[in-house]
T-cell receptor, first 111, second 113 residues
Framework: EDQVTQSPEALRLQEGESSSLNCSYT??????LFWYRQDPGKGPEFLFT???AGEEKEKERLKATLTKKESFLHITAPKPEDSATYLC????????????FGAGTTVTVRA | DSGVTQTPKHLITATGQRVTLRCSPR?????VYWYQQSLDQGLQFLIQ???????AKGNILERFSAQQFPDLHSELNLSSLELGDSALYFC????????????FGPGTRLLVL
C-alpha cells in the first residue's frame, strides 16, 4: 500500500525565516507527486505537480523538489499569509486514479 | 476559486438519517472524485466517476453511494449516519480519466449528532 509521510507535523516560523517541509513516499511506480495548500475549513488548493526525480517547480516563495524517495517544499522568506497546512499526495502509475495524501504539515508564520 | 462548487456548505443531522451532498465540477472536467477528511484519518479517497461511470473505489462504506449525472454534476449519498461520519467531504475534478491534477471544491462540513 502507498505510504506518504510528512514531517514535521507542525512548523512555527518567524516572518522571513526560510525552512523546508519533507514528504517521503513509498509507492509502486510513481506517476506524480502533488503539493496542495489547505487553509482551515477550506478545500485543498493545488500548488505543484512533480513527475520525475530532479524536477523542480517554483511559485512565489515556494519551491518544490523531487527525488526518488522524497519531496521537499522550500518556503523562502515566508510571510504570515503563507500560514496553512501543506499536503503532499502521490499518484501511482497504474489504473488507480486516487491520490494518496500525507497527514500534512501545519505552518504558522509569525509577524 | 477552483471552479468546483459544492452544496451545502454545512449540514447538521441526526444518527440514522440520510443526506445528499452535491458537487459541480469545473467546466470541461469529466472526472469527479469524492474525499472524506476527518481529524484522525486525514484526506481519504472515496470514489471516482468519469463521464457518468464509476472508475475507482477507495475506502467507501457500503452505506455510502455516489453517482454522476449526464450534466456531469455528482451526488454523494450517505445513509444510516453514525457519529463517526462527521467530517469534511470534498469533491475534486479533473479534465480526463487519467488526468493527474485534481482541483478541489470548498467542501461540505457534516455534523452528525
Amino acid at each position: 500500500e502507498d505510504q506518504v509521510t510528512q514531517s514535521p507535523e507542525a512548523l512555527r516560523l518567524q516572518e522571513g525565516e526560510s525552512s523546508s517541509l519533507n514528504c517521503s513516499y513509498t509507492v509502486s511506480g510513481l506517476r506524480g507527486l502533488f503539493w496542495y495548500r489547505q487553509d482551515p475549513g477550506k478545500g485543498p488548493e493545488f500548488l505543484f505537480t512533480l513527475y520525475s526525480a530532479g524536477e523542480e517547480k517554483e511559485k512565489e516563495r515556494l519551491k518544490a523538489t523531487l527525488t526518488k524517495k522524497e519531496s521537499f517544499l522550500h518556503i523562502t522568506a515566508p510571510k504570515p499569509e503563507d500560514s496553512a497546512t501543506y499536503l503532499c499526495a502521490v499518484l501511482r502509475g497504474s489504473n488507480d486514479y486516487k491520490l494518496s495524501f500525507g497527514a500534512g504539515t501545519t505552518v504558522t508564520v509569525r509577524a | 476559486d477552483s471552479g468546483v462548487t459544492q452544496t451545502p456548505k454545512h449540514l447538521i443531522t441526526a444518527t440514522g438519517q440520510r443526506v445528499t451532498l452535491r458537487c459541480s465540477p469545473r467546466s470541461g472536467d469529466l472526472s469527479v472524485y469524492w474525499y472524506q477528511q476527518s481529524l484522525d484519518q486525514g484526506l481519504q479517497f472515496l470514489i471516482q466517476y468519469y463521464n457518468g461511470e464509476e472508475r475507482a473505489k477507495g475506502n467507501i462504506l457500503e452505506r455510502f453511494s455516489a453517482q454522476q449525472f449526464p450534466d456531469l454534476h455528482s451526488e454523494l449519498n450517505l445513509s444510516s449516519l453514525e457519529l463517526g461520519d462527521s467530517a469534511l467531504y470534498f469533491c475534486a475534478s479533473s479534465v480526463g480519466l487519467r488526468s493527474e491534477t485534481q482541483y478541489f471544491g470548498p467542501g461540505t462540513r457534516l455534523l452528525v449528532l
